[in-house]
């Protein structure tokens, strides 16, 4: 019987203790002060639209990862971008965020157009007419990005609107290039 008591009393103790646990982790998940722990929606920018997924890592350093799924239509190809992001409540202004990252992509393109101004090349001034082609040929580009951003976690809503300013760094088919991209963000949250 004292047997049967004991174990009763530490299942009771282990069920409390596992109980005071998941809340705690509850309490602490979160996004720290962000007001939501993950977030999904389209992105719709100047060089990229396409989806965006965030999601802030355990613990109350308010810090989050951000994935970008993207369709560059100028350029007929597509990019995947992955960011760390930290974000820095706004005191006065709750539910708005300002966030700053850094990250990398990597991405494919098809083809390309290719455009002469005859005019320039011969030094003539009126004398003009212009040549068109395009390559065919999938190319593959990687870079870094730089992202600085404001985010408003919509009180009553599980929306979340933020506005970016994302330039990058790419290497493509042996040319380095420097961009720059601005987009306006609308997730869910949850």
Not at 3 to 23: D, H, I, K, N, T
């Amino acid at each position: 019987m004292k047997r049967l008591v004991l174990v009763l009393l530490f299942l009771g103790l282990l069920g409390s203790v596992e109980g005071a646990y998941a809340q705690s982790k509850k309490k602490s998940s979160g996004g720290g002060g962000a007001g939501y722990s993950t977030g999904i929606g389209l992105r719709g920018g100047g060089w990229s639209s396409g989806l965006t997924f965030k999601h802030f890592l355990s613990g109350k350093n308010n810090v989050a990862f951000e994935g970008l799924l993207t369709r560059e239509y100028a350029a007929r190809g597509g990019r995947l971008t992955l960011l760390l992001e930290k974000h820095v409540p706004v005191s006065d202004f709750k539910g708005l965020q300002f966030y700053y990252g850094a990250g990398a992509h990597i991405g494919s393109y098809q083809g390309r157009y290719y455009f002469t101004d005859s005019r320039y090349l011969r030094g003539k001034k009126y004398d003009y007419y212009r040549n068109y082609w395009y390559d065919d040929t999938n190319y593959i580009v990687g870079g870094a990005d730089l992202i600085l951003g404001l985010e408003y976690k919509m009180e009553d809503l599980p929306f979340v609107i933020g506005v970016d300013y994302k330039p990058f760094f790419e290497v493509f088919d042996g040319y380095t290039g420097f961009y720059n991209d601005a987009a306006v963000s609308l997730r869910f949250a949850f």
